[in-house]
Nanobody, 115 residues
Framework: QVQLVESGGGLVQAGGSLRLSCAASVSIFRLKTMAWYRQAPGKQRELVAYISSGGSTNYADSVTGRFTISRDNAKNTVYLQMNRLKPEDTAVYYC?????????WGQGTQVIVSS
């Protein structure tokens, strides 16, 4: 069973930066398109960005130009560099495969952006 462990969240002021990490327990990670998702209080989980096994990326309109997704296949890890954070970026952030998600999700990492 795949285990996904997210880390790097925290409390930051608007305009600040955070770097999230997600470590996967299996090497099949390297073959998968991996994504970051987020879920704000009272809202549905949404796709933030994804990166293919070859490094192609795609972003939600709301984060384009501010967030950068990357991966290190040797470490089975995917990253999300978040710059110029806004209060509306406040959410719990998760990683998983995309579009066919692994059945089990990690605990997520909380990001709170204060105004």
């Amino acid at each position: 069973q795949v285990q996904l462990v997210e880390s790097g969240g925290g409390l930051v002021q608007a305009g600040g930066s955070l770097r999230l990490s997600c470590a996967a327990s299996v090497s099949i990670f390297r073959l998968k398109t991996m994504a970051w998702y987020r879920q704000a209080p009272g809202k549905q989980r949404e796709l933030v960005a994804y990166i293919s096994s070859g490094g192609s990326t795609n972003y939600a309109d709301s984060v384009t130009g501010r967030f950068t997704i990357s991966r290190d296949n040797a470490k089975n890890t995917v990253y999300l560099q978040m710059n110029r954070l806004k209060p509306e970026d406040t959410a719990v952030y998760y990683c998983n495969a995309w579009p066919a998600e692994f059945p089990s999700w990690g605990q997520g990492t909380q990001v709170i952006v204060s105004s």
